[in-house]
């Protein structure tokens, strides 16, 4: 059991974050921050840092569980992170440079972005996801901004996004389908759905932090059934590939109306 009320682990921990060398400001983000969190939810917590932050600093901690280096979840903006046991609650820390969240919030201002691959997340994410990350995770500790939705990346990120999504289903009609390959094309209508949910939220100017619920949240719901009556006949497949592309195009048009 733990020996903290939730609020006092809570204290404890960013107390302890923020004293890392190098450490400006602590975060909680994930369903604890939204308020949607169950019981046995993980606790998302970052620490944003300005210059050289030392994992081994983590370490030394002592808390139980795993302490990445600099660059281990893959480089890019989720430059890495630990997965710790700290009184007996999942705690997962994400590692925050500041000097590269405050690159990619001046890109999402003037409405450029890259996509990034990262394990978990279909469609890879977008290097705005840490500008996403300022506007929506609560500040614990240190001082932080809290940007709006720029009006630039609502006018370029719906069109990538989307050409993305209808680009996968092209390739997926004419190389898969036919061959009644059924788990590409049951991949390819899931990466195009996610896609274009990337797409339709963009032109909401709704923040993304993660995949989770993002099909729903984009209303493209209709797309479950098309992969769960998913057959191997070519027909069949090049039927579903093409009413998927149906339901993502009145998606957005309806964004774009």
């Known amino acids: 059991m733990p020996s903290l009320t939730d609020q006092a682990f809570l204290d404890a921990t960013a107390d302890r974050l923020a004293a890392l060398p190098a450490v400006r400001a602590v975060t909680l983000g994930g369903s604890r921050a939204r308020g949607t969190h169950g019981p046995g939810s993980d606790?998302?917590?970052?620490?944003?840092?300005?210059?050289a932050f030392d994992p081994d600093d983590l370490r030394a901690v002592g808390w139980a569980g795993e302490v990445s280096g600099i660059g281990e979840w893959g480089g890019?903006?989720?430059?890495?992170?630990?997965?710790?046991?700290?009184?007996?609650?999942?705690?997962?820390?994400?590692?925050?440079?500041?000097?590269?969240?405050?690159?990619?919030?001046?890109?999402?201002?003037?409405?450029?972005?890259?996509?990034?691959?990262?394990?978990?997340?279909?469609?890879g994410i977008p290097t705005y996801l840490v500008v996403a990350e300022l506007a929506v995770n609560q500040v614990l500790r240190g001082e932080l901004p809290r940007p709006a939705y720029p009006e630039a990346l609502r006018a370029t990120a719906p069109a990538r996004w989307y050409g993305a999504a209808t680009a996968t289903l092209a390739y997926a009609g004419a190389a898969h389908a036919p061959r009644g390959a059924v788990t590409q094309v049951a991949g390819a209508i899931a990466l195009a759905a996610t896609q274009t949910a990337h797409a339709v939220l963009?032109?909401?100017?709704e923040w993304v932090t993660n995949e989770k619920g993002i099909v729903r949240l984009a209303g493209l719901d209709a797309v479950d059934p098309l992969v769960a009556g998913l057959t191997p006949e070519p027909e069949s497949l090049t039927r579903a590939v093409t009413e998927c592309g149906r339901i993502l195009g009145r998606a957005v048009d309806r964004t774009s109306g």
């Open 43 to 51: 606790w998302d917590m970052a620490v944003y840092y300005r210059g």
């Open 76 to 123: 890019g903006v989720f430059n890495g992170g630990a997965w710790l046991t700290v009184d007996e609650r999942r705690v997962d820390v994400h590692y925050r440079d500041l000097d590269v969240v405050e690159h990619q919030r001046a890109e999402a201002e003037a409405g450029r972005f890259d996509v990034e691959p990262l394990m978990f997340h279909l469609a």
């Open 202 to 205: 963009a032109a909401r100017g």
